[in-house]
């Protein structure tokens, strides 16, 4: 069992930056072999795939919209994640999700990873 919590997230003006992390207060011996990232889901519009890091420490994905903006990392422990975003646009304002599974269930046209965070809102206002 995996348990993600979430913190952070608000509300800025376009140009702003925040800050989001998720912590697994459980997990199990193989969490620290998962990869786990961050989706979002705007009102009305499909759950999209941010960014998302593999434990084995490849450079990241992120989707081209948010390239050179955020960043995904992670403490050493691979326990708390965190995505930096900057230069926010009100395109950016959703639910942000982190998410962790085997890295197979982050990849192709519909991913679904087993774990979810709870949600943190971003609004990014004009």
């Known amino acids: 069992q995996v348990r993600l919590v979430e913190s952070g997230g608000g509300s800025v003006q376009t140009g702003g930056s925040l800050n989001v992390s998720c912590t697994a207060s459980e997990y199990t011996y193989t969490y620290p072999f998962y990869c786990r990232g961050w989706f979002r889901q705007a009102p009305g519009k499909e759950r999209e795939r941010v960014t998302y890091i593999n434990p084995v420490g490849k450079t990241p994905y992120y989707i081209d919209s948010v390239k050179g903006r955020f960043t995904i990392s992670q403490d050493n422990a691979k326990t708390t994640m965190y995505l930096q975003m900057n230069s926010l646009r009100p395109e950016d304002s959703a639910t942000y999700y982190c998410?962790?599974?085997?890295?197979?269930?982050?990849?192709?046209?519909?991913?679904?990873?087993?774990?979810w965070g709870q949600g943190t809102q971003v609004a990014v206002s004009s």
């Open positions: 998410a962790a599974d085997d890295c197979k269930n982050f990849i192709g046209a519909r991913p679904s990873p087993t774990y």
